[in-house]
Structure formats: C-alpha cells, structure tokens
C-alpha cells in the first residue's frame, strides 16, 4: 500500500570548503519531517549536483555554501537545470550569504536561501509549504 | 507503446528516474508501462550486495563501478537505505561514496528508501531492477543493509549475492547464520586492513562448510575473500569471482535466465500476487469504512473475526461463501 507521494529532497554542499556540518543537520531535520533527503556530499560541481539530482527525481535541491562562492555556484546550478529542460525541480540555498547576495540569487531562480537566522523549523516549514512531491 | 516505455528503452535518464519514482510511491499506472518493459528485460546481470550498516558495501560499488567501466559496460545502482520509523522519512547517503561516477553517462545510481509498506521494498526494488535492465545496463548493482527480512529478500533476487562483513564482527557472524548464511553467492571480509580477518574467516569457513552437503556434486560453493575496498584492494579478484559465478549459472541453469527460473517465478509471482488482492481488496475495504465496520462489530462481540473474514474477502471476490454469511446484517 505504497501510493503515496514523498518529498524527495537532495542536499548539496558544492564548492571547496571541507565542512558538511550544516548540510548534515539540514538533512536530519528532512528526514525528522518526513522527507527523503538524498545526501550527496562534499565538493560537489554544479554539473555532478544536477546530474544526481535528475537522476534521482528529487522535487528541490538545497545547497549550501560557507565559502562564499554561491554567486557563481547556486545561479550555474538553476541555468544547468534550464538547459536540461528541467523546471520542476525548486532550488534553495543556505548558509552566510550577504542580504545583497539574497536578492541577486533570487532574481536568477533561487527560491529561497536561508540564512544562519533560521530555524530548522522555519525551514522545513517552508519546504512543506513550497514544495510539492511532483 | 506509450511513450514513456518508448523513452526509457532509448535509454532517456529523465523518464527512467521519473518511472522509479512512479514505481517507488506505488502509482498503479506504472503497471502498463511495466508490461511493456517487460519484453526488453532479462539481459542485464544483477548483483546483490547486503551487509551491516557501515561495513564499507558503498565504498565497494564504488570501487566495482571503476572496473566495470574499464571494460565499457555499463551499470545501474539500486542503493537502499532503511526509512526511519518515527518520521517515515530517511537520509540516503550511499551516493556520497561514488560521487566520482556523477558525470559518467554509463553509471546511472539510484537511492531509495526501505519505506516499510507490506511487500513493498521487494516489489518496487525488482520492478526498478527491470527498468534499468530494459534501458540497457549490462550490470545491476543493488546495496542493501542486511538487516530485516526484506533487505534480504531483495539481495536473494540478484544473479549473484554478495555478503559483506567486517573483521571481529562474530556475534554478527553467528545473526548472519540465522538468516541470510544460505543465499551468500559470495562472502566478503572487508576492511581486512584491521585485526582479526583471519578469525572472521575461518569463522565463514566453519559455517559455510557445514552445510557441505549443498554443495556436493558440482554445486557451487561461496568463496570467502579479504577485501579492503577503500583501497581498492582485492576487489578485481572480487569482481573474478563474480564471472566465474555468473559462468557457473550460465553452464547450470539456462544462463541468464536464472531469474525467470521456475521457482523463482513462482515465489515472486506468489508475493506479487499477495501484494495486488491486499492493495485491492484491503485498500478498497478501508476506504469504504467496511474494514472499520468489522473491527468494531468484533470489539463489541457481536462479530468472530474468522466470520467477519469471510463477510469481507469473499464477495470482494465475488465468490459466495458455501453456508449462510453470519452477522452480515451488522455489516
Ligand atoms: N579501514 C577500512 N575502512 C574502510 C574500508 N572500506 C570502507 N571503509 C570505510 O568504512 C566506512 C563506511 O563505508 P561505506 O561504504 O559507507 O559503508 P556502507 O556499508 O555502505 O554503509 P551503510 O550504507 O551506511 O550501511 C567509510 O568510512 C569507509 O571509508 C576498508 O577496506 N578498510
Ligand atoms: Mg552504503
């Protein structure tokens, strides 16, 4: 008795800084609300996290970057998606991104990005809110 | 044929995640597509890998996609993780340790998570075992945590099945016995880097050969091997092993189509039986409040429960029952 719809959420840590600290938290708290949360790991492309996330049919991507290369990073993951003809997959973002950063991000497809200030249930809360499994 | 089926056939990456995910949440549409796969399956070779958590069967699939796709074959990988039971959610980290094979189009890896549905997990691993056959791997490699019956069950579906343990893990040795001892094709001793691989070993041995009468006479019997798959050792001879498995089938059972043997079919067509009448039957109850109806009747003492059987499978059958239905007229 199965037919029922799970979110499926794909946690990513692109870039070159060697902590997954948060990205592991994060994905705790997912699977706590019920999420499946493909984690894939650390120094991640844009390229591989897209690639994975297709492949394993998840209805959002959040990434999370503390070196300060998502300006770069999270819009080249939204454009690799867009090429793939991919635009169903909700793109989020986390870690001490810089209030002018946020707007930027968003205006190119970012969802959401979620910053040191929130809680884990603002966050899960949203995704709940956001994120529809397919 | 639907387009779907046509997609996932050429090999399209998108319709053939998107129709795990359909089979994973037990959408009964898939089933139409299935039996157009069907046809297109039976050509890829399946191995089975199950172990206890953290033994290192990640880091061997790992270590196996990079030779396989030396010699140009292509692979799909089923990672299962177990389904948290409080909050029905998981975290699926297998993928971390083949990161590396992300961007190879000959690799297609998907996690999935045991869920806990009845039946479920045999089910939509060997539905989702056909599909990545019917888009054209060569091999199927399915990881699961050996632990609860169905993890077991899933791995016993494989062309080969492959056992995984660690060094010093004897009390385990002795749960692996009770359960699983007899479906290992192949028993590993991972990270045989650390102390104690020798015991481990000899341990494997004891049990193994005492069931020596199964493999008399030309049957096959499990090799034991020191691995340490985070350094690639010992995993080439592994993966020998694995061919000289799959010739044994080939020269003892119709080849490759050793997963369409007549006992096999058998019990799988006898489980997806089980799981079809549950999902139309007691679903259909449920949802009509028939089910609920008949709890109560029992709860209150109105009702046996052999009876109140009787009351909802047969006419959800259409078959009536041979003497007068009891205690119908509560229901
Ligand atoms: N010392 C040593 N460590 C190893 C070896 N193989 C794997 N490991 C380590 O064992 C740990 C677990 O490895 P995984 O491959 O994730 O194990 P797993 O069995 O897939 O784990 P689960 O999927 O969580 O059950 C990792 O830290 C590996 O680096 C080995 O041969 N020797
Ligand atoms: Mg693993």
């Known amino acids: 008795m199965g037919n029922k719809r799970h979110i499926r959420v794909m946690v990513a840590k692109p870039g070159l800084d060697g902590h997954d600290r948060g990205a592991r938290i994060i994905a705790r708290a997912y699977r706590d609300a019920g999420f499946e949360v493909v984690y894939s790991g650390l120094h991640q492309t844009p390229e591989e996290i897209v690639e994975a996330a297709i492949q394993e049919d998840v209805d959002m991507i959040g990434l999370s970057s503390l070196a300060g290369a998502h300006n770069y990073l999270f819009p080249r993951t939204v454009e690799l998606l867009r090429e793939k003809g991919v635009d169903d997959i909700v793109v989020c973002g986390g870690g001490i991104i810089p209030d002018e950063d946020i707007l930027a991000l968003k205006e190119v497809g970012i969802k959401e990005i979620f910053t040191p200030g929130t809680t884990l249930d603002e966050v899960v809360k949203w995704v709940e809110e956001n994120v529809k499994p397919r | ?62 270590q196996m996609l990079n030779h396989i796709r030396k010699d140009d074959k292509t692979v799909g990988v089923l990672a299962v993780d177990p389904t948290s039971p409080f909050s029905g959610g998981a975290i699926l980290g297998d993928r971390v340790r083949m990161q590396r094979h992300s961007m190879d189009e000959g690799v297609f890896i998907r996690s999935m998570a045991t869920r806990g549905h009845f039946g479920g997990l045999t089910q939509s691993t060997r539905s989702a075992i056909d599909v990545l056959d019917a888009m054209g791997k060569d091999y199927i490699i399915v990881e699961t945590v050996g632990v609860g019956q169905d993890e077991v069950d899933v791995v016993k579906s494989a062309h080969t099945t492959v056992i995984v343990v660690i060094p010093g893990m004897g009390d ?22 650390r102390e104690g691989s020798d015991k481990t070993m000899s341990d494997l041995r004891l049990m193994i050969d005492m069931d020596k009468k199964k493999y008399e006479g030309g049957k096959w019997k499990p090799p034991i091997l020191k691995v340490q798959a985070v350094f690639d050792a010992g995993v080439m001879e592994f993966l020998e092993e694995i061919e000289k498995h799959r010739q044994y089938l080939i020269e003892t059972s119709d080849g490759l189509q050793f997963r ?62 041979g003497g007068p239905v009891k205690g119908s007229e509560v229901l």
């Not at chain 2, 385990?172 to 880097?193: H, P, R, S, V």
């Not at chain 2, 003492?301 to 006419?315: E, F, M, R, W």
């Open chain 2, 172 to 193: 385990d040795i002795q749960a692996i016995k009770a359960g699983i001892l007899e479906t290992g094709d192949i028993f590993l001793i991972n990270k045989a880097d």
């Open chain 2, 260 to 321: 369409r043997k007549r006992n096999r079919v058998q019990d799988e067509l006898t489980e997806m039986v089980k799981n079809r009448l549950i999902e139309e039957v007691l679903e259909n109850l449920t949802e009509t409040g028939e089910f609920d109806r008949a709890v109560d009747s029992i709860v209150e003492g109105k009702l046996d429960p052999y009876s109140a059987c009787d009351n909802l499978v047969l006419p959800a059958l259409g078959v009536s029952s």
């Open chain 2, 1 to 62: 044929m639907s387009s779907v089926a046509e997609k996932v056939i050429a090999g399209d990456i998108r319709a053939v995640a998107r129709l795990i995910r359909d089979i994973d949440d037990g959408m009964p549409e898939v089933r139409e597509i299935l039996k157009e796969l069907y046809p297109s399956t039976g050509k890829a070779y399946v191995i089975g890998i199950t172990g206890a958590p953290g033994v290192g069967k990640s880091t061997l699939v790992d």
